[in-house]
């Protein structure tokens, strides 16, 4: 895997330069083209907190991975700056598709305006664009999720393991796409038991994105809700979700990791007994679907859903502790098939 640490923002030309030196791809200067060896080459354009973060990004990463090992895919992987704007992805985008990546996939909806200009650039490119469908275009595939599903499941999950009766929602940027998370959770809580309390705190406002990024504020913001008595926390909230965890772990309280199976991540190893349960999207299959497709000629575009009846998102069990709990999995299993079955029918907006 070649991991390209940042793409400078001097000109979209010396951006390319730089990225076709880095990962030994050949630059082009023919817009209409999608390749530019025989190899098949692939990219993504990671979100706020870049790999590492033990969740959004990390999934990612994990598609991209498994495309280099069963597919023969060459990778390419391009990092955030801090406090960038939408023309530092253009010219990263654009960096990507002229070095002959194809697909290249923007990690996040931060990415949708600039995958909407680069897109009509080079149209033999297919483009991925994770978490939006606000930009369409007949090269870009939006690969989106039924968050709100899996977590009306963490709902469920929190309220039967919870002994206070307060659970905790921090959600990282309030966004429409976070809202969908504390949506489905607050119901599958009140549903479960209606007298329960769920504190929902976000941890910055757009355009300040450092909530998904800076793990003292997840960490601060749970222990604010653990002295206010919840014993259940639950953060869409990526890098700086990793500090609510450490916090809830600290404090003997059970943890609700978002998007990986965080039980399983290597950096999380030291909380994981005190992670309850994960919400799974499957981003990782997502990437590895759209760059199988392109490879296959037969790339997919338009909105490509993934919910839980196929298991796009879910509620892992990874946790020994969590499967001993037969009442919370036995309410986690009855929620889900009511929900498959259209028995219920979870917001998307608080």
């Not at 706020?48 to 390419?76: H, T």
């Not at 700086?240 to 309280?253: H, N, T, Y």
């Not at 196929?310 to 986690?332: E, H, R």
Request: glycine letters at 12%; a neutral charge; charged letters at 25%.
């Amino acid at each position: 895997m070649r991991r390209i640490t940042r793409i400078t923002t001097v000109g979209i030309a010396s951006a390319a330069l730089a990225l076709s030196a880095t990962a030994c791809g050949k630059s082009s200067n023919d817009s209409g083209s999608g390749t530019d060896s025989k190899a098949a080459k692939a990219a993504i354009a990671y979100d706020i907190g870049g790999r590492g973060d033990q969740s959004f990004n990390d999934a990612a990463y994990a598609g991209l991975k498994k495309a280099e090992d069963e597919l023969g895919v060459k990778g390419s992987e391009a990092e955030p700056s801090e406090g960038e704007g939408d023309a530092d992805k253009v010219q990263r985008l654009t960096a990507l598709a002229r070095a002959g990546n194809n697909p290249v996939i923007g990690v996040g909806f931060a990415y949708a305006p600039a995958i909407e200009k680069v897109a009509k650039a080079y149209p033999k490119t297919t483009f991925g664009l994770i978490d939006d469908t606000s930009k369409t275009g007949p090269n870009i595939a939006n690969l989106v999720f039924n968050e709100e599903q899996g977590s009306y499941l963490a709902g469920v999950a929190a309220a039967k393991a919870s002994k206070t009766g307060t659970v905790g929602f921090i959600g990282g940027v309030e966004v429409p796409l976070i809202k969908k998370f504390e949506a489905g959770f607050a119901q599958g809580v009140k549903d479960t038991n209606p007298k329960a309390k769920v504190l929902v705190q976000y941890l910055t406002q757009p355009p300040n994105f450092d909530g998904f990024s800076k793990p003292d504020l997840g960490k601060a913001a749970a222990q604010g809700q653990l002295d206010k008595g919840a014993d259940v926390i639950y953060a869409a909230a990526g890098l700086a979700g990793s500090g609510s965890i450490e916090a809830a772990a600290s404090a003997g309280k059970w943890a609700i990791g978002v998007d990986s199976d965080q039980y399983k991540q290597a950096g999380l190893s030291s909380y994981k007994e005190h992670i309850l349960t994960s919400v799974t999207k499957d981003v990782s299959d997502s990437v590895f679907n759209l760059i199988k497709s392109v490879k296959d000629g037969k790339p997919q575009t338009g909105e490509i859903r993934y919910g839980l009846a196929a298991d796009g998102v879910g509620l892992s069990d990874s946790n020994p502790a969590y499967k001993k709990m037969t009442d919370v999995t036995a309410a986690v299993e009855k929620a889900k098939k009511d929900i498959v079955d259209g028995k219920i029918t979870v917001k998307t907006a608080p």
